[in-house]
Structure formats: structure tokens, C-alpha cells
């Protein structure tokens, strides 16, 4: 469950770190009176749960009454990556010294959860990982866990790691963390992450979780039941299984392709799931092509082929989609494939290839 800024800011306030002051607002008429209150200049700040705020435009400075108006307004009349926003946050502009990125993730790679510092902040840290990687330090949360990050206090990496685990989260991120010009140290941008497997121990976010916007694609794949998040690519892929899934992503982009999408249609997948997943993915007009990879075990193969045959003619599919079929009942399956205009592939590997290859065209 992701949060929105507003609501991540409160939540650090509550652990001690300093945040601006600031106040939500849902019309230009009541940003105009948080104005009054709160003084100028602000700093006027689109609420959606998706990134690339400051570069759509969702990010603005106000220095007059008349501004703050037009600008709140503004704001509000716009969609970011197709989600409306409906809310912004005015805050006080910081006097800024000196911009950090300080956040905690769970790192699967060590089984654990990672601290990530750089003095580099205010930009995506994948973009510093790219261009600057000597800027960014880890650190892996022990116990008893004591790092020297002389740039910030001990007290601000104690706080966001208390923070982070008492609300069982699976991100926790400051960007930027700033020092400003009289030597506070501010938290003017955060993001934070809870683990919806966890929510039943916080009945407080229970109402947050209720109101969470989601990618609008995403949020039909939950109405439709369907594991699915959505990837900024354009290669659709579906599988059976969390883990065939991720290892065909893996293939798409070993074949230089980019995954546009994580879809796990589970065990025992019946034809009206698999016609119900590509409706699902012909939403997202980035997709350019479909690799189908599917491992008969509890789910038969000849079952996928024939709702991947009566969806590709109900919905007059006009994308290139390769399929791969192995396991239960896997010959049936190909038998009916075979007499389509589909591309098959025998290994994941060739699927992947064929796809890529496809859309390269």
C-alpha cells in the first residue's frame, strides 16, 4: 500500500523527523486560505502515488496569493501518468543548503532490508546509480545496527529505521533530505510503502488503504482478481507461476526487450482467465507484442490455447504474440496452436528472442 506524500510526511513527524509545514488541500479556494495561514512563499505539490511529479509540471512555486490560486488550480486540472489528482499539498518553501537521498528498502538479495545514502538528492536514485554509483552507500540493518554517515545526524537514520519497521514497510524513502541554510535537516520529500500482508496488524491504515490510488490498469487487475503490476516496457507478458513470470521478464530483457508488465495468471487458469488477461494487457498501448509462456502443471495447456485462440478472435488481436507451451496436456495445446497464424517457441529463451525480434521489425 503505497501512501501519499502528505500522509508519509505525518507519519515521519510522528518518529521525529522535521518536515515542512504544511497543510492538504482539494479546490484553489481552500489552497488560498492554507495560504494565508501557513505565509509565502509555497511550494505547491500535485498528491498522486506515481513518480515524475516535478516533470509533468505537478510541482510549483508560489510567491503571491494570486498564484497560489491559479497555480493550486492548475494543478488540480491535471492527470499524471493517467491518474487524476485530486489533491495538493501546500507546505513552506525550505531554504535549501544541501540535498540528500536517505532511504530503506527490503533487499531480497540479502534476505534482509538495506539502508541506501547519497549525497546526491532531489533526482531518482536510479538515475545517480546509473550515472554517479560512487555516490550512493549501503548499509544491511543488523542487529544492534550503528553506521557513521557524518553528513546527516544518527539520530535521523535511527528514527527512519524505527519507523520503517514499526509500520512493517516495504520502502521508506527521504528525497530530498535536505540541510537547509540555518542548519535544519528537513525531510521536503518522502515515500513510503506499507506491506499489504501486514495491514491486518495496522487497523489505522485501514482507511488510507481504502482510498489508495493505483495505476488505473492495475486497479482492474485487482477488480478482476488478476496478480498483475504494471512496467513501463513494451513487451506484454503472461505466465503461470511468480516465478516463471519474473524468469521470462529476466529472458525479455536478456533479448533486449523490455518487460511491460508482471502477470501471473496462477495454477489451474481456465480459458475466461486467459481472455480476461489479454483484455487486461491490450488496455496498456504501450505493448507492441505478447510472449505467452505457460508450464502445464495443475494448468492444462490445451485450455490456455484455446481462450488464447477465442480472445485473439473475439478481440481482433492485432499484435504479434509468441507462445510457449510445455506440460500438462502440452501436445493438445500445441496441436491447436499450430492450426493459428500464433508463433510458437520450444524454450523460454527462443519465446523471449522471437518476440523481441518481432517488435524490432
Not at 492485432?318 to 507462445?323: C, E, T, W
Amino acid at each position: 500500500m503505497k501512501l501519499y506524500e502528505y500522509q508519509a510526511k505525518e507519519l515521519l513527524a510522528k518518529f521525529g523527523i522535521l518536515t515542512p509545514a504544511g497543510q492538504v488541500a482539494a479546490s484553489s479556494d481552500e489552497a488560498v486560505r492554507i495560504a494565508a495561514v501557513l505565509g509565502l512563499p509555497l511550494a505547491i505539490k500535485a498528491q498522486v502515488q506515481v513518480g515524475g511529479r516535478g516533470k509533468a509540471g505537478g510541482i510549483k512555486i508560489a510567491r503571491t496569493i494570486a498564484e497560489v490560486s491559479s497555480l493550486s488550480q492548475q494543478i488540480l486540472n491535471m492527470k499524471i501518468k493517467e491518474l487524476p489528482v485530486k489533491k495538493v499539498l501546500l507546505e513552506q518553501a525550505v531554504d535549501i543548503e544541501k540535498e540528500y537521498y536517505l532511504g530503506i528498502i527490503v533487499d531480497r538479495a540479502n534476505k534482509g532490508n538495506t539502508l541506501i545514502f547519497s549525497t546526491v538528492g532531489g533526482i531518482d536514485i536510479e538515475e545517480v546509480a546509473r550515472t554517479e554509483p560512487d555516490k550512493i552507500l549501503k548499509f544491511e540493518i543488523r542487529n544492534k545496527f550503528k553506521t557513521q554517515i557524518s553528513e546527516i545526524p544518527n539520530e535521523i537514520i535511527d528514527s527512519l529505521i524505527k519507523m520503517y519497521f514499526a509500520v512493517d514497510a516495504t520502502l521508506a524513502e527521504i528525497n530530498p533530505l535536505v540541510i537547509t541554510k540555518s542548519g535544519k535537516v528537513i525531510a521536503a520529500d518522502a515515500k513510503i510503502i506499507i506491506d499489504d500482508n501486514a495491514l491486518f496488524r495496522h487497523p489505522e491504515f485501514s482507511s488510507i488503504s481504502e482510498g489508495a490510488e493505483t495505476d488505473p490498469i492495475e486497479a482492474e487487475a485487482q477488480r478482476r482478481k488478476i496478480a498483475y503490476v504494471r512496467l513501463p516496457g513494451n513487451v506484454g507478458i503472461i505466465g503461470n507461476g511468480a516465478g516463471l513470470v519474473m524468469s521470462t521478464m529476466d529472458e525479455v530483457k536478456r533479448a533486449g526487450g523490455s518487460p511491460a508488465d508482471f502477470l501471473d495468471i496462477g495454477g489451474g487458469a481456465k480459458a475466461d482467465v486467459v481472455k480476461s488477461t489479454l483484455e487486461l494487457l491490450l488496455m496498456d498501448k504501450n505493448i507492441k507484442g505478447i510472449f505467452f509462456n505457460v508450464f502445464g502443471g495443475i494448468t492444462r495447456c490445451d485450455e490456455v490455447a484455446k481462450g488464447l485462440i477465442a480472445a485473439i478472435d473475439e478481440l481482433k488481436i492485432k499484435l504479434p504474440i509468441v507462445i510457449r507451451l510445455t506440460g500438462t496436456r502440452s501436445a493438445e495445446g500445441c496441436k491447436l496452436i499450430a492450426e493459428t497464424k500464433l508463433l510458437t517457441a520450444s524454450s523460454m529463451q527462443e519465446g523471449a528472442r522471437k518476440i523481441v525480434e518481432h517488435i524490432s521489425q
